[in-house]
């Protein structure tokens, strides 16, 4: 995949920004590049220090001819305007590739055009860590590129589209994406654990292995990759679940109950929307808030700090005790269209959640 996804050839220089401690780390800056004897940038430090071109410093500076980054960084980038791209030559560069999340369309045309200077092929990758590499990818100069699309399978990968029976979606159409047979980077287990391997990849669809996100094919046979159909969060191009979230916060001594959301951001993709119910008598305060925050960011990781924690005197459950997410996702993005609530133990909580919104009617 790095020799025909990036088009590299000897004499190239390829980058790609991603943490080593990350799997596209492991895959395209360590294991791909070596396989390829490729020269590569090796780089740590952020987009913004010492300033907001330091990524098109270092493009300058080495000669750059492949850069691989995520769709965050791209839209971070976005908001310093063309300035700091202008100041520097990135002539040298003739792919631009794209990972962890769908990159959208706004994102895809900024970097092909203020980046790319419209010369540069852009090659939008969909893999997981599971999938060892790309599994869906445009190939530089071979596929015509729709912006936001993961285009076509690689070699040998058969996707396809099922509904939630189970059919196969021939055609137009949107749904899971799954794949129909094995290929050589695909996962073999989980460590300790192959009940779980099976359970969690292979037993929502019988003889498929199931990514977990949905994607839809167009008219034209290009798939686009919607994002996560589960619990999952996906915020800056790391995948976390909203359990692991929820079980960080309820381990705080003042938290009885906590439920996460998603909620789009202009930047990361998503953020993390948080509902917190504290213990009988205990206050909720800023410096509970604070705490929270606190123990996410050091728990999990800082990219998985909540951007927004709300007070949440109850929770929309059903008669069962499921907490309904689709309410509480509404109420996160302030839309009072929450459909039918007539299978919830409490309605009148879902009245008082819109009401203690800390944005207000924003």
Known sequence: TFKYVFDYHPGDVYWCTADVGWITGHTYVVYGPLANG????????????????????????????????????????????????????????????????????EAWLWYYKVIGGEKCSIVDTFWQTETGGHVLTPLPGATPMKPGSATFPFFGVMPSIMDEEGREITGVGEGYLVFKRPWPGI?????????????VYFSKFKGYYCTGDGARRD????????????????????LMSTAEVESCLTGHPSVSEAAVVSRPHPVKGECLYCFITPNDGVPFTDKLVSELKTKVREKIGPFA???????????????????????????????HNVGDTST?????????????????NK
Do not use: C
Not at 187 to 199: D, K, P, S, V
């Open 305 to 335: 700090m909540p951007d927004v924690i709300q007070h949440a005197p109850g929770l929309p459950k059903t008669r069962s005790g499921k907490i309904m997410r689709r309410v509480l996702r509404k109420i996160a993005v302030n839309d």
């Open 38 to 105: 490729a020269q590569s940038v090796i780089f740590e430090g952020t987009p913004f220090h010492p300033d907001n071109d330091r990524y098109w410093a270092v493009i300058e500076k080495y000669k750059v001819t492949q850069f691989y980054t995520a769709p965050t960084a791209i839209r971070a980038l976005m908001k310093f305007g063309e300035e700091p791209v202008k100041k520097h030559n990135l002539h040298t560069l003739k792919v631009l590739g794209s990972v962890g999340e769908p990159i959208n369309p």
């Open 344 to 360: 919830l133990a409490d309605e009148s909580i879902v009245d008082q959640l819109f009401k203690n919104r800390p944005e207000g």
């Open 187 to 199: 996962m073999r287990t989980l460590f300790g654990n192959h009940e779980r391997f099976e359970q």
């Open 219 to 238: 008219e034209d046979g290009y798939l686009w990759v919607t994002g996560r159909v589960d619990d999952m969060l996906n915020v800056s191009g790391h």
